[in-house]
């Protein structure tokens, strides 16, 4: 799991938080992924939608994308389909992957790299894994978020940030053991490099076998680790957090501005692990508006959602560069 790798005692360290001062968070459930198929046939593991959304919200859904090791032919993608009313984050971890959407933007992505589509207004994109991996096979390893918008966001211009593995905030653990890659939003002061409308934060942190990971946490913002690969515990109170468990944590009973989030690793990990327990931290600012999806749009009103299908219908969220435009069906069955 190469991602972004550094040697955490070359890098700024995190402030050691107060036993006492610190309003530690308390693991609220543990959900366990649910497998899914999704685009052409790939296999995905979703912790959310599952989880209450009002402990989830601003996000929507999360997808991990393997790990998997494709023989040649194997790999898949999906089709063109349409977006609306949130923004899609694709961070690649292992292998590459392709994509494309009708304002122009994408690229490709690969090991540690992340690509950030506001859908707005309206939007289609494609994300498929270039030729050379499905011809030879290789390595697969990924995560989509899906981050809800805000009323006075949805329809805001559709646009494309390209986050190469460069770009990510490096930082270490208090006591230097593990490493913490700060893709958006903000710890201890340190900025990542995503630019959101929704106030989020969300790491990627590599936490040392039997280390201990403290992070300080907004008072007023949402909080979850997902294990992506290995296991550990979760909060104060040591909930055991297995491979492709999502531990959600409670709100916050502590007076100051700042929580604290703890997690710690086991000192035994898989092979697969051997570097440590690989945990997403992430949390946001609740948006708390009613929610109506289907597929590939989320707005706020059953119409607007009915809107969303005739606008897609009509040619209003771009212009694929191809010659046949996908049914939305094919979209909603991939995407729903």
Request: hydrophobic letters at 40%; proline letters at 8%; zero cysteines.
């Amino acid at each position: 799991m190469p991602a972004v790798m550094a040697d955490p005692l070359t890098l700024p360290r995190l402030p050691r938080l107060s036993e006492e001062a610190t309003g530690w968070r308390r693991v609220a459930k543990v959900v366990t992924a649910q497998r899914h198929l999704e685009g052409e046939g790939f296999q995905v593991r979703r912790p959310f939608p599952g989880v209450d959304l009002a402990l989830a919200d601003p996000f929507l859904l999360l997808d991990q994308m393997g790990e998997v090791e494709y023989a040649p032919g194997e790999a898949m993608g999906t089709p063109w389909h349409p977006h609306r009313g949130f923004e899609t984050v694709t961070y690649m971890i292992d292998g590459t992957l392709a994509h494309h959407d009708t304002t122009g933007g994408g690229g490709v992505i690969t090991d540690g790299a992340t690509q950030w589509m506001t859908a707005g207004a309206g939007i289609q994109h494609i994300e498929q894994p270039p030729p050379e991996l499905v011809a030879k096979g290789g390595l697969f390893h990924g995560v989509q978020l899906w981050v809800n918008l805000p009323r006075a966001q949805k329809w805001v211009k559709p646009r494309y940030q390209d986050i190469e593995a460069r770009d990510v905030k490096l930082l270490a653990a208090d006591d230097g053991s593990s490493l913490v890659r700060v893709i958006a939003g903000s710890v201890a002061g340190f900025q990542g490099p995503g630019s959101t409308y929704t106030p989020i934060t969300y790491v990627h942190a590599t936490v040392a076998p039997g280390a201990r990971l403290t992070l300080p946490w907004p008072r007023d913002f949402n909080a979850m680790v997902y294990s992506l690969s290995g296991r550990g515990t979760a909060g104060v109170e040591e909930v055991a957090v297995g491979d492709g468990q999502l531990a959600v944590f409670g709100g916050s009973h502590h007076k100051g501005e700042t929580d604290g989030l703890v997690v710690r690793a086991a000192e035994s990990q898989p092979l697969a692990s051997k570097n440590g327990w690989e945990i997403l931290i992430l949390g946001g600012l609740p948006i708390r508006e009613p929610i109506a999806r289907y597929g590939p749009f989320v707005m706020n009103t059953r119409e607007e959602i009915v809107q969303a299908f005739e606008d897609f219908q009509s040619g209003r969220m771009g212009t694929i560069p191809a010659e046949k435009v996908p049914h939305l069906s094919s979209a909603d069955e991939s995407l729903a």
